[in-house]
């Protein structure tokens, strides 16, 4: 299967930047989709962004303009740079990739998730 590690978590005050990394390793695989998702305490997880093999990408609302999500095919990584955080931006964040890896026999789907890294932002 594919799996997936983040890093880049940490605490920062409000206004500052924090950039998030998510790496998967696997053996033949190829990844379609990567996204970054988070989950507030008591909150439910959210979408914050997601790429696509195009390089097409979506964003939520409310991080449109501070965060930028990008992907290095050739090396299995997503980043997420995040700028001009904020309190409300402090939850833990989870990477997500989808794609397809070979059994050796046939082609399966995959749907992975990283393990979460935390992000603090002070006010």
């Known amino acids: 299967q594919v799996r997936l590690v983040e890093s880049g978590g940490g605490l920062v005050q409000a206004g500052g930047s924090l950039a998030l990394s998510c790496v998967a390793s696997?053996?033949?695989?190829?990844?379609?989709?990567m996204g970054w998702y988070r989950q507030a305490p008591g909150k439910q997880r959210e979408l914050v962004a997601t790429?696509?093999?195009?390089?097409?990408?979506m964003y939520a609302d409310s991080v449109k303009g501070r965060f930028t999500i990008s992907r290095d095919s050739g090396l299995n990584t997503v980043y997420l740079q995040m700028n001009s955080l904020k309190p409300e931006d402090t939850a833990v964040y989870y990477c997500?990739?989808?794609?397809?890896?070979?059994?050796?026999?046939?082609?399966?789907?995959?749907?992975?998730w990283g393990q979460g890294t935390q992000v603090t932002v002070s006010s």
């Open positions: 696997g053996s033949f695989f190829n990844t379609v989709d």
């Open positions: 997500n990739m989808m794609g397809y890896y070979y059994t050796g026999e046939v082609y399966r789907e995959y749907d992975s």
């Open positions: 790429i696509n093999s195009g390089d097409n990408t």
